[in-house]
Nanobody, 118 residues
Framework: EVQLVESGGGLVQPGGSLRLSCAASGFTFSSYAMSWVRQAPGKGLEWVSSINSGGGTTSYADSVKGRFTISRDNAKNTLYLQMNSLKPEDTAVYYC???????????WGQGTQVTVSS
């Protein structure tokens, strides 16, 4: 059974940082591209970032480029999202997903809430 479990969300002040983690199990993690997707209150899904199976290729939405960094540790079956210089508009539920983009995602985690507020 494929499982994706996010952690690391919380409340942070504008300008602060958080690191999200996603623990994967039930499949060969190192064989799949992975993504982070978010959903702000009252809005649709927004793709945030993707990383290929080996970790050598990454892609970011313009809204987070230069502030967020996606990475993975295939030995630990874990995906990460380092978020710096957080803004109130980054407030959302963040989901870990298996696949390179929204069209190719086939499994989702349960999500972790990130709230950026003073």
């Amino acid at each position: 059974e494929v499982q994706l479990v996010e952690s690391g969300g919380g409340l942070v002040q504008p300008g602060g940082s958080l690191r999200l983690s996603c623990a994967a199990s039930g499949f060969t993690f190192s064989s799949y591209a992975m993504s982070w997707v978010r959903q702000a209150p009252g809005k649709g899904l927004e793709w945030v970032s993707s990383i290929n199976s080996g970790g050598g290729t990454t892609s970011y939405a313009d809204s987070v480029k230069g502030r967020f960094t996606i990475s993975r540790d295939n030995a630990k079956n874990t995906l990460y999202l380092q978020m710096n210089s957080l803004k109130p508009e980054d407030t959302a539920v963040y989901y870990c997903a298996r696949g390179w983009d929204l069209q190719r995602v086939d499994y989702w985690g349960q999500g972790t809430q990130v709230t950026v507020s003073s």
